[in-house]
């Protein structure tokens, strides 16, 4: 009774952000990729692992968003190999379609259509970002843990492989606490050759919010305008 109103204040603040519901999030990628991985860093890490060839070879992955809010961004990164075009500066990649409804205006089954393609003139000069290509080796932590969760049963060494993945991409990040816990259960895994179940979970129990991911996802943030224009 007496959080009734900060918790009524809280859901009426939180219906005032959302400007968009039902919003699904439908991708279909172009021919020609190789190695496609598709993850979601803000609001929440997610590793889409179950990418299925749709119509003509092309993968296609609908995303269940939900909901979008005026005051924050959901971001989602693509990495794929694929061979430099040598007739055109631009190599087709994806086409995004957003399905949606807006309360807010009394609107329904909304949508909006964007193509993304990689530009492939500055061949000798590769593209980089340290920014994205840290909120990579963070997003990419679950996706080794859900293969070291498969493995390590059947496959100590393997699981000790993949751990070593886990500790680089701590590395990269500089996440002390994560490198310090993921040592241990190396250390664990080599003299044991099993882990306990407490281990496991602790492994599991990583952050699902990606700590580099939050500043950008914040809209009007410094960091998250230069992430959308100047990369």
Known sequence: RDRAGQLFEQILVSAQRTIATNVFLNLTFSRGLRDLEVYQTAPEIRFYSHLQPGSGGRISLEIPVRTLRQDRRNIYLFKANLDAPTDASQHPFA????????????????????????????????????SIEDMFAEAELTKFEERFNAIQLQDWRQGLAILDEMIRRVHIIDDH?????????RSKLQQ????????????????????????AA????????????DY
Request: net charge negative; glycine share 4%.
């Open 95 to 130: 086409e995004v379609r957003l399905d949606y409804d807006l309360p807010p205006a009394g609107l329904t089954a909304q949508r909006a259509a964007l193509s993304i393609a990689v530009n492939c003139s500055d061949q000798d000069r590769p593209l980089r970002d340290t």
């Open 177 to 185: 606490r994560r490198l310090r816990h993921y040592q241990q259960m």
């Open 192 to 215: 044991d050759h099993k882990l306990s179940n407490d281990d496991l979970n602790q492994i599991g129990a990583s952050s699902t919010k990606s700590t580099i991911a939050q500043e």
């Open 218 to 229: 914040e809209l009007g943030s410094v960091s998250g305008n230069l992430l959308v224009e």
